[in-house]
C-alpha cells in the first residue's frame, strides 16, 4: 500500500473535551502530528493574552489544529456520495485542516503588527521548506505540498476544498468558537455543529446550508458575534495586548539605540529586530523563550522597559476609558502634551486601541463580489445569501458597532507630584467623574 | 494617534468618492503593491485580495463621521459608496501622515471597472511567480471570470504604467 493510502493499524484518539475524540486512521496524519514543528503548536496559546481576563484560557493553537482537522474529517464523512464531492481529496482536505495554522508565532498577532510579519508567510514557509513537516508531505505524492500550501492560501484550484478551510462557517471558526468558550468558561459560542455539520451541502465552489437548517447557522452567527465582544475584544485582554507591543517596541528601539547595551544579548530577538527573520529562527521563538526574556529584561537598565514587562508579568495593566477620536481630538493632543511634561512617554503610556487592531471578525454579508457571504440552499435549487432570509442575522450584519480605548498607567498619573498637570490630566480622562473601569 | 486610519483619510482625500466596496479593497491593495505604505493586511479570497482590516477600519472611519457611506441599490444588489466629511478633513489636518504622492495612481484606478481592478490585484498578488506562471495562476483561482489574453495584457500594461 502506497503511503498516501496507509491506515494505522488500530485507530488513534485524542481525548477532546470540546469533540469528545479526535479520531486518526491516517499515516499522514499521524506522522505530520509527531513531527517538531505540530509539537511546537503546543507552546503557543491559542487566545495570546486572553488568559489575563478569563484564567482558564491557556489552550494551545496545538488543540484547536487538532480540532479543525476533526470537524473536516467529519465534514467529508457527511459529504461521502454527495454531488459535486470528489473523495480523492479527502487527505488533501485533512492535511490542509491540521496545518492550517502551523506558521502562527508566540502572542502573534502583536509580534506581526511590531515587526511586520506575516504568520501565513511562515505558514508556507514551513509546509515547502526544509521542514520534517515538508518531507512527509512529499512521500504522500509529488507537488502533495504545494497544493497543501495553496489550499491554505486560499489559491487552490477547488474553491470547495479551500471553502471547508477558510469560509464564513468554516471548520476553524467552529472549532475555534467552540473551544474558545468551553477554556475561558463564558456560556456564548455554543451552537448545535452536529446540525450545521448535517445541513451542510457540497456545491460547484462552496460549501452551502440546506435552507432547513438556518436556525442552527443563525445560532452560530450569534455566537460569533458574543464572543466577539465578550471574549476576543475584551478590554482588560487589550489592555495586556496593548503591554505587550510596547514591549516589543521598546526593546526594539533599545537595540537600534547606539550607547544602549542588553545585559544579555536577546539573542532569540536579534532577527526580528532586524527584521530578516529566517524559518528556523521564527520557529526557534516560543512562549516560554519569550517570558524569559521579559523576566530578564526587568532588570535590564531602562526604565520603561523594565515597567513595562514588570506591568505584563505581574497584570499590573493600563486602565482605559471609552474614546472617541472625533470629539476627543483635542483632549488627545493635549493629554498627549500633559504626558510629556509629566516625564511620561506618551508613546509608550497612552495608548488609542481601536476594534479594527483585532485578527477576529463577526458576519457581514457585505457587497455583491466584496467577498461570498454564507449560502442557503432553497428548495427549488437556488441560492440565497443567509442575511436576506434571516431576520436576527439581518438585524446583527446591520449593526454599526465599532469601538476605540484610549489606555494609560492611572498608577503612575496617581504618583505625579506636579499637582496642577495631575489634576488637568485627570479631568481630561474621567470628565464628570472617575469611571468603573478606570478606577 | 490612530495613523493607519489617517493614512486611509489621506486616501479619501485623494479619491473624493469611491464607488463601490470590492473597488475599494482592490484600490488599496494596488496601492500597497505600489509601495504607498497603507498597513492593512490582504489575504486571497473568492473575489482576490481582500483585507478584513480594511473593512473594519473604513467602518470604523464611518462610524466616527470621517467619511460618508451612502447605500445605493443596483438591480440586485446594494454598492456602498464613501467619500470624506468635513470631520474628516479636521481629523486629517491634525493628523497628516508623512506619505508618498499617489494621486496620480488613484487617479487611474478610478477610471477602471471592478472586474479589472480584480484582475490587476490578482496578478500583483502573484508577482513573485515567473510572469508566464502568474497567468496560468490567474486562469486557475479564476476560471469564472474568463479573463481574455487582451485583458491580462491591458492589465500588464496598467501595472507598468501604474509603478513607472
Request: proline share 3%; glycine share 4%.
Amino acid at each position: 500500500m502506497c503511503y498516501k493510502e496507509e491506515q494505522l493499524i488500530e485507530e488513534k484518539v485524542f481525548k477532546d473535551p470540546v469533540h469528545r475524540y479526535v479520531h486518526v486512521k491516517d499515516r499522514v496524519i499521524w506522522d505530520l502530528i509527531a513531527t517538531p514543528e505540530f509539537q511546537r503548536l503546543r507552546r503557543i496559546k491559542q487566545l495570546g493574552t486572553s488568559n489575563y481576563t478569563f484564567h482558564g484560557a491557556e489552550h494551545s493553537r496545538f488543540n484547536h489544529s487538532l480540532g479543525v482537522y476533526e470537524i473536516v474529517r467529519r465534514i467529508i464523512y457527511n459529504f461521502q456520495e454527495r454531488p459535486y464531492w470528489n473523495n480523492e481529496k479527502r487527505l488533501l482536505c485533512l492535511c490542509a485542516a491540521l496545518l492550517h495554522d502551523l506558521g502562527h508565532g508566540p502572542f502573534s498577532h502583536s509580534f506581526e503588527k511590531v515587526f511586520k510579519l506575516d504568520h501565513e508567510q511562515y505558514t508556507q514557509a514551513i509546509i515547502l521548506g526544509d521542514t520534517h513537516v515538508n518531507r512527509i508531505l512529499k512521500s504522500v505524492e509529488p507537488g502533495f505540498d504545494q497544493a497543501v500550501a495553496d489550499v491554505i492560501a486560499k489559491t487552490y484550484e477547488d474553491k470547495l476544498v479551500v471553502s471547508l478551510i477558510s469560509s464564513q462557517i468554516d471548520a476553524d471558526r467552529m472549532d475555534y468558537l467552540q473551544r474558545d468558550a468551553y477554556f475561558t468558561g463564558v456560556s456564548y459560542g455554543h451552537f448545535d455543529m452536529e446540525r450545521i455539520l448535517r445541513v451542510m451541502r457540497p456545491m460547484e465552489d462552496q460549501v452551502v446550508i440546506k435552507s432547513t437548517g438556518m436556525h442552527a447557522v443563525e445560532d452560530y452567527i450569534m455566537s460569533r458575534y458574543q464572543m466577539y465582544w465578550q471574549v476576543y475584544f475584551h478590554p482588560v485582554t487589550r489592555s495586556a495586548e496593548v503591554i505587550l507591543s510596547k514591549i516589543l517596541h521598546r526593546a526594539k528601539f533599545l537595540f537600534e539605540t547606539e550607547d544602549f547595551t542588553f545585559k544579555l544579548e536577546p539573542t532569540h530577538f536579534i532577527s526580528f529586530f532586524k527584521g530578516k527573520v529566517d524559518l528556523q529562527e521564527y520557529l526557534r521563538l516560543d512562549e516560554g523563550i519569550v517570558s524569559y526574556y521579559f523576566q530578564l529584561w526587568q532588570e535590564e537598565d531602562d526604565e520603561i522597559l523594565q515597567d513595562l514587562c514588570e506591568r505584563f508579568l505581574n497584570r499590573r495593566l493600563f486602565k482605559y476609558i471609552e474614546f472617541n477620536p472625533n470629539l476627543q481630538m483635542n483632549d488627545w493632543m493635549e493629554l498627549y502634551r500633559l504626558f510629556q511634561k509629566a516625564g511620561i512617554d506618551p508613546e509608550y503610556y497612552l495608548v488609542v486601541d481601536s476594534s479594527s487592531d483585532l485578527p477576529y471578525d463577526f458576519y457581514r454579508p457585505g457587497e455583491e463580489e466584496e467577498r461570498l457571504p454564507i449560502h442557503l440552499l432553497m428548495p427549488d435549487g437556488s441560492l440565497k445569501e443567509l442575511s436576506r432570509h434571516s431576520d436576527i442575522v439581518e438585524a446583527i450584519s446591520g449593526k454599526k458597532r465599532t469601538d476605540h480605548k484610549l489606555y494609560f498607567p492611572k498608577d503612575m498619573l496617581e504618583k505625579l507630584k506636579d499637582e496642577h498637570i495631575k489634576t488637568r490630566i485627570k479631568d481630561i480622562l474621567y470628565g464628570q467623574g472617575e469611571v468603573e473601569n478606570a478606577k | 494617534m490612530l495613523s493607519n486610519h489617517a493614512k486611509l483619510m489621506q486616501f479619501f482625500s485623494v479619491a473624493k468618492e469611491v464607488t463601490g466596496r470590492k473597488k475599494l479593497q482592490k484600490m488599496i491593495y494596488i496601492l500597497q503593491k505600489c509601495e504607498v505604505p497603507f498597513e492593512e493586511k490582504y489575504q486571497f479570497h473568492f473575489y482576490g485580495p481582500y483585507s478584513e482590516e480594511l473593512t473594519l477600519r473604513v467602518e470604523e472611519l464611518c462610524n466616527l463621521g470621517f467619511i460618508e457611506e451612502v447605500k445605493e441599490e443596483k438591480s440586485n444588489y446594494y454598492q456602498y459608496n464613501y467619500a470624506i466629511t468635513d470631520d474628516g478633513k479636521g481629523f486629517l489636518n491634525q493628523f497628516r501622515m508623512d506619505m508618498p504622492d499617489f494621486s496620480e495612481q488613484v487617479g487611474l484606478l478610478q477610471g477602471r471597472s471592478s472586474r479589472f481592478l480584480e484582475l490587476v490585484s490578482t496578478m500583483l498578488y502573484f508577482d513573485y511567480l515567473p510572469a508566464e506562471q502568474v497567468v496560468d495562476k490567474v486562469h486557475t483561482v479564476k476560471p469564472k471570470q474568463k479573463y481574455s489574453e487582451q485583458e491580462i495584457q491591458e492589465a500588464n500594461e496598467f501595472i507598468h504604467k501604474l509603478k513607472h
